[in-house]
């Protein structure tokens, strides 16, 4: 059944092969953890006190809750499709209840801290590929606040330099268009003409190792992370909190919540307005430092 769903995910829902591998991982771990404790080979066999016993073990033996949340979900997502494929006629997952998550706000690079990070990749040598590189990959994810995912399928054919437009395929192959500034354009033409002096370059892929590779996550996380030592006192430093930072300064300046909403590519408004939260709590701050009668 679990490789009949994978397959459901990865053909029908076009998951990417990241997320396909995760679901993986999460439902043979219940699959094994049925045949260790109950002797259960059939994971449609499994009943809600199996379940809830796994998510205890899991607990039990380190795993943080949002881990915990993941695995849920991935097992939520199986017998939801079991049930439309008539392969079950109940939910055993149905009343789980799952544990709490702490609220903890993303580590947001300042503004002005950004500018100093693009300031320093601009004044790296130019005649190198290396430094155009990633000054490009750090300007992609706070100009147009793209995943580090779509950042590595970016093409040259979804990029419009007359119009400046990206064309990016996100989650679930959605595609949204993104549109930039000419700063961005600029740093893209320099990049696009280094690109061409490769001896060796891997498809039509916009951003490429040294030798001429597609590029891949660990790459993208080391040029973000090099990037932001010294110049922001966040601790995760990483792609995904620059496009954090994209969103937010967005809605520090007042944009619309459903601009901000199709920019990131987000499914539903009520992702994008954690943002507006995380200005409100800004403009808390700003209260409490100014005003005389604030902490009274």
Not at 71 to 88: F, P
Not at 93 to 105: A, D, G, Q, S, T
Request: glycine content about 4%; overall charge positive; charged content about 25%.
């Amino acid at each position: 059944m679990v490789d009949d769903f994978i397959i459901y995910i990865t053909t029908e829902k076009r998951y990417s092969i990241h997320t396909a591998e995760a679901y993986r991982r999460d439902l043979t771990q219940f699959c094994q953890f049925l045949m260790l404790q109950y002797q259960i080979e059939d994971i449609k066999h499994a009943n809600f006190l199996m379940i809830r016993s796994w998510i205890a073990n899991l607990a039990e033996v380190g795993n943080e809750n949002k881990s915990i949340h993941r695995k849920i979900s991935s097992l939520k997502s199986l017998y939801k499709w079991a049930i439309r494929k008539n392969l079950l006629s109940f939910d055993p997952i149905e009343k789980l209840v799952r544990p709490k998550l702490k609220k903890r706000l993303a580590g947001i690079v300042q503004a002005g801290e950004m500018s100093h990070v693009l300031e320093t990749l601009n004044s790296n040598d130019e005649s190198e590929f290396p430094s155009l590189r990633d000054d490009l990959v750090v300007s992609l994810l706070y100009h147009c606040g793209i995943r580090r995912a779509e950042i590595i399928d970016l093409v040259l054919n979804n990029i419009n330099l007359s119009s400046k437009i990206l064309k990016v395929r996100g989650k679930g192959s959605k595609e949204r268009m993104i549109p930039f500034g000419d700063e961005l354009l600029s740093k893209l033409l320099r990049y696009i003409n280094k690109r061409k002096d490769l001896k060796y370059r891997e498809g039509d892929y916009l951003i490429l190792t040294n030798t001429g590779s597609k590029s891949y996550p660990k790459l993208i996380h080391r040029i973000v992370e090099k990037s932001l030592i010294g110049k922001t006192t966040i601790e995760q430093k990483s792609p995904h909190s620059i496009r954090h930072s994209f969103a937010t300064h967005l809605a520090d300046a007042g944009a619309e919540m459903n601009a901000i909403k199709s920019l990131m590519g987000h499914a539903s408004l009520a992702s994008t307005q954690f943002y507006t939260h995380l200005s409100v709590e800004k403009l808390k701050e700003s209260y409490k430092a100014a005003h005389p009668s604030a902490n009274l």
